[in-house]
Each structure stands twice: as C-alpha cells, then as structure tokens.
C-alpha cells in the first residue's frame, strides 16, 4: 500500500501538483529490505530512500506508516523520540489501528511533542491516482492540519472524511471493494467469451461499460436507479438482464459481501 502511495505522489509530483501552493512534494521512503528501495528507486527516478526511518524523518512535515498493523508499535518505539523537534502530521494506513490508538501509542512512547494524528484507509487505486481514501483524524485535530492531509490524500485520488466508526465499512467498500469488482469484471469477461468475444476483447468491453456508467453517474449525479431507467426499454432486453440478476440474488449478494468483512 506504501509503494501505491508513494508512485501516486510521485506521479503528481511530475504533473506540477502541489499539497498546498508552493509546497513541493519532496518523497523519502524506507524499509527493511534494500531491494524493495531499489523497486521503488527504479519505479519512482529520483526518489530518496533510506533504510533509516529516524535519519528519513528529521527533515519531514508528514509521516506515513505503512507497515503491517502489528508492526505499527514498534516503529513508532523506534520513531518517536526521532519525531520531538516540532509536530508533525502523522498519518497510518495500517486497519484497524485509529487516529485515537496512534495518539496512545506516540504517548506510550514518551512523546515529547504532541503531534497531528490521522488514520487513513486508501486502496491500491492510489497507484494510478485514483484512490478512494478515507480519513479519520484524532480529535482536537486543527481544521488547517485535516485540511493539508485531505489535499496531500486528493493527489492520489478522491477523500472523504468520517467518523472513526466508518473507517472499516470504508475499508470494505472501497479497500476490498477493488477485488469485488474484479469479480464483476470477470463474471462480464466470461458472459462475452462465452457469447464469442476474444478475452482481450472481453475485457476491454467491461472496462469501458465501467467507465461509461462511472462517467454518466459523475456528471449526472444520478441515483443509479434513475441512469437504469433511461437504459431500459420497457419489454426489451435490459430488464430481461436485470431481472435475471434479482432473481440470482445480486443484490443480497452484494450486501451481503460488503458486510461480511465486519462481523
Ligand atoms: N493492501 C491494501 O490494499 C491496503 C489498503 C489499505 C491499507 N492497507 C494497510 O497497509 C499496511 C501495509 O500493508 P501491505 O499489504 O502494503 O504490506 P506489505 O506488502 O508487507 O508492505 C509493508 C512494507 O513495510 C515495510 N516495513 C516493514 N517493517 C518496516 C520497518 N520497521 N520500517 C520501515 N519499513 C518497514 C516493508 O519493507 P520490506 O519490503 O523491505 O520488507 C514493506 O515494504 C497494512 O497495515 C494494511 O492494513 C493495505
């Protein structure tokens, strides 16, 4: 997810986007392994990388942890006191650890400096600068630091900002929600070979009918039901389609996959 990130900044680095006027992206990555440094280098020309998360931070306004959520304790042991000199927006990817639990953790660790905290759910999406993410911050979070992380997140897509309690429906509508359409994209894939289309050709028909249908839902601003109304031609093929899809159980399907990752 950090390596998303990071090619999705680096990305609007190279268009000339800016998180605020004037305020450059300046990128440095690490981890624990030189050859994951090395694909992100070759990926992302130019970029500093460092095996040092506490040298990597020293110069750094925000900080993003991206490592699995088991391991979030004890980089922030290790960056903590790195982190004294002035606040910084501390932002983590990493489910299920909050913008409260980040706050606990810096304070556990004897903290000197109270930073800006922030629980931040992308998806893979961010690679190609289209992330849904949302973001949670720790309460008491100024309206300028929540704004700056916003802009710093809409760079690599779209942002929305919500109570803690939707971080995870968050996740899995749009986290997970990414394999569920693969799904989808795969069941229309073989409903066109079967029907004689090339997979190739197959796949390109899904995508662009996504597209179609995403382009049409943004700039109308429609309700889905309305758009399906304007397709379907009573008595004609569409309804036949959809009502096959009610009668599958698509809907309950659906609901149902979304809400699974919950319980
Ligand atoms: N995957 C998703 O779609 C997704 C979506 C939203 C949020 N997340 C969250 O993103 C986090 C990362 O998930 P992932 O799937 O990307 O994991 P991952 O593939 O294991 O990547 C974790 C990265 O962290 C690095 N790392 C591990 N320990 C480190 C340390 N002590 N200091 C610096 N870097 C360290 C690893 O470096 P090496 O490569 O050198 O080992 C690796 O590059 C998780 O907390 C997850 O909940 C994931």
Redesign the pocket.
């Known amino acids: 997810?950090?390596?998303a990130l990071v090619k999705g900044w680096y990305a609007a680095s190279a268009q000339g986007c800016h998180v605020e006027e004037d305020d450059t992206l300046q990128l440095t990555v690490?981890?624990?392994?030189q050859?994951?440094l090395d694909r992100m280098r070759s990926a992302c020309p130019g970029i500093s990388t460092s095996l040092s998360?506490t040298s990597a931070l020293t110069s750094a306004d925000v900080v993003v942890l991206?490592?699995?959520?088991w391991?979030i304790q004890?980089?922030i042991q290790?960056i903590a006191s790195a982190l004294d000199a002035r606040p910084r927006l501390v932002c983590s990817?990493?489910?299920g650890v909050s913008a409260t639990n980040l706050q606990q953790l810096f304070h556990q660790s004897d903290a000197a400096v109270e930073h800006a905290y922030f629980y931040c759910?992308?998806?893979?999406g961010a690679e190609f600068q289209a992330s849904m993410t949302f973001l949670s911050p720790a309460s008491g979070t100024s309206p300028a630091d929540l704004a700056r992380v916003e802009s710093l997140f809409s760079l690599v897509g779209r942002t929305q900002v919500v109570d803690d309690h939707l971080m995870g429906p968050g996740?899995m509508m749009a986290?997970c929600g990414i394999a569920y359409v693969m799904r989808f994209v795969r069941a229309q894939m073989e409903a066109g070979v079967e029907m004689g289309f090339y997979p190739r050709q197959a796949l390109d028909i899904a995508l662009q009918t996504m597209e179609g249908a995403t382009a049409l839902l943004r700039a109308t601003g429609e309700h889905p039901e309305a758009a399906i109304d304007r397709v379907t031609t009573p008595g004609g093929v569409t309804i036949k389609g959809l009502n096959e899809l009610d009668h599958a159980g698509f809907n309950s399907a659906v609901i149902r996959c979304l809400k699974a990752g919950l319980h």
């Not at 759910?121 to 893979?124: A, E």
């Open positions: 997810m950090g390596g690490t981890a624990r392994s050859s994951t998360n991206a490592v699995k959520p391991l004890q980089v290790e990817v990493a489910a759910m992308p998806n893979i996740m986290g």
